[in-house]
């Protein structure tokens, strides 16, 4: 196999996986729920549709093939990656966008986490600045309690009470020494509840703080995490935008390659052209030589046997069904007509039907004749082109082309159904098949009119 034709080929199952790709996406979308409701004859339906899609699906890749002639395979491979790529593509601009959601998430979430911890770290001084003010206040209690307990003590003989009384210059003297005596206590008693109340709250602070500060250690530790977790996000998404921004480069590279390539394709298929009008010439040189021959052999016959040769050309008349097929198994994978290039939009005129024809399938005389040439022909390939002399009062020439290899030489003489050669990919062609001409009076003409009905 040579690497012309490995790449044709390759090409070919890229496009035949294209197209199959979109199909196999399709059946796989079935739910569970409708898989549970769906009977064995709908199975069989769905089997049905889905071979119907395959065969549907491998029909067009053959078209492709087909249309793709004359095509540098530069060229068909360049436009095979493209359509790949554009399948590619929507996929991941997908993982992009959700590669920048999960940026955008990691960021709220890191914002979030950044606000509870400036929350938790402003509650911790908040507390921690009651406790120094309950601290200052329970110092200055204390030092209240320990003066008026030293005050109290100096007068704790057993005997304050009498000297109050006998120790007072009259009787508003006794009633202020004792209303102090009294305030000292209650400022006393006082103090000490006030000492144990602070010394409870503060007791309830620190364990509120504590709680406080634990807290802030894990927001401290979920705040880290968030920073490695953000930065491996923008790492995927910087990936994942590298990895569109490649494809969207290639797929450029690919368009400029095409349109690069554009006026020399057309001046390729030019010259395809007039390869083909230069056959078209000879066939009709080698019809107008055989004509002239025939019409002075002609006159020189006799009335009765140009009588006879139009009988015999009336029972033989030029209809469909005339040729037989080339192929033992016919089957078309082309007509005859104006044909559109799928790349570049070229019109241009296929002069002859497509019949499927895998590599070194034997092919046939359609009608019986005289083996013109079999050699290889620019953008043809390897030709054999058959004179069938007269057929219902015209000229029938056929061409077979692209051959891998012959059966025949030119000179001979073959029947209806005789073995020529063998079927390949020479020439300006994408894959193994038979292109099959027909020629008229010297003029291409659509083989499906000759032909009998495809089965």
């Known amino acids: 196999m040579t690497a012309t034709r490995r790449l044709s080929l390759l090409i070919v199952a890229m496009l035949v996986a294209a197209i199959l790709g979109g199909y196999a996406v399709g059946a796989s979308a079935l739910s569970p729920q409708s898989v549970q409701q769906t009977s064995p004859d709908d ?182 995490a ?9 790492d995927v998404a910087e990936e994942a935008r590298d990895e569109v ?76 069904g005339s040729l037989a097929f080339p192929t033992k198994v016919p089957y078309k994978t082309s007509s005859f007509g104006t044909r559109i290039h799928p790349i570049y939009g070229y019109a241009r005129l296929h002069a002859g039907t497509d019949l499927r024809a895998y590599c070194g399938t034997p092919i046939y005389a359609s009608a019986g004749g005289t083996v013109e040439w079999a050699t290889y022909k620019a953008g043809y390939g390897n030709q054999v082109l058959i004179d069938h002399g007269i057929i219902g009062g015209k000229s029938v020439i056929t061409n077979y082309n692209h051959f891998s290899r012959f059966a025949v030489g030119g000179g001979q003489r073959v029947s209806r159904g005789d073995l020529i050669g063998y079927s390949g990919n020479t020439g300006s062609s994408t894959a193994c098949h038979l292109h099959f001409e027909v020629y008229v009076s010297g003029n291409v003409v659509d083989p499906e009119t000759l032909l009998p009905n495809f089965p």
């Open 43 to 224: 199975y069989q339906d769905e089997i049905d549709e889905t071979e119907r899609e395959r065969e549907a699906a491998e029909r067009r890749a053959e078209e492709l093939a087909h249309e793709l002639e004359n095509t540098d395979a530069r060229i068909v491979e360049a436009d095979a990656k493209l359509r790949a790529l554009e399948e590619e593509l929507p996929v991941l601009q997908a993982q992009l966008e959700e590669a920048e959601r999960e940026v955008d998430s990691a960021i709220i979430e890191q914002g979030i986490v950044a606000d509870k911890l400036t929350a938790a770290e402003a509650q911790d001084r908040a507390i921690s600045v009651q406790i120094s003010e309950d601290e200052e206040r329970t110092a200055n209690l204390e030092a209240l309690v320990a003066a008026i307990a030293r005050e109290t003590y100096k007068g704790n003989d057993g005997s304050a009470g009498l000297a109050i009384v006998f120790g007072s210059a009259d009787t508003q003297d006794f009633i202020d020494e004792y209303t102090a005596q009294q305030s000292a206590a209650r400022v006393q008693s006082n103090a000490l509840g006030e000492l144990e109340e602070i010394a409870a709250v503060n007791r309830n602070r620190g364990a509120r703080q504590e709680a406080v500060r634990e807290y802030i250690v894990e927001l401290k530790a979920e705040a880290d």
């Open 245 to 320: 921004q490649a494809l969207l480069d290639e797929q450029q590279e690919l368009r400029d390659y095409l349109e690069s390539q554009r006026s020399a394709f057309l001046a390729q298929q030019q010259e395809n052209e007039e390869l083909q009008q230069q056959l078209r010439n000879q066939v009709q040189n080698l019809y107008s030589k055989k004509r002239e021959a025939e019409e002075r052999e002609a006159a020189r016959r006799a009335a009765a046997a140009r009588a006879r040769d139009e009988a015999a050309a009336e029972s033989d008349k030029l209809t469909k």
């Open 226 to 234: 968030l920073v490695i977790e953000l930065q491996a996000a923008r």
